[in-house]
């Protein structure tokens, strides 16, 4: 529930960035693309602390990258 919260949050506030003229969207990139990019940047994320730091990260998530 949280996750679906935070993405809405980050959705509304790309939003807001264009409607206040801090990011231009003149052909409506951002709205477009928002869903694919909020989900690449989590998965980057993830990425990241599972190789560098997987020491924080939750240990069933860890079992997803258990191969073999």
Request: charged share 15%.
């Amino acid at each position: 529930m949280n996750l679906y919260v935070f993405a809405r949050v980050m959705q509304g506030l790309a939003k807001l960035a264009i409607q206040k003229g801090v990011v231009k969207d003149s052909r409506g990139t951002v709205v477009k693309y928002s869903w694919p990019v909020f989900g690449s940047l989590t998965w980057a994320a993830v990425m990241y602390m599972f190789r560098w730091h997987p020491e924080v990260i939750q240990v069933r998530l860890t079992h997803l990258f258990a191969f073999g």
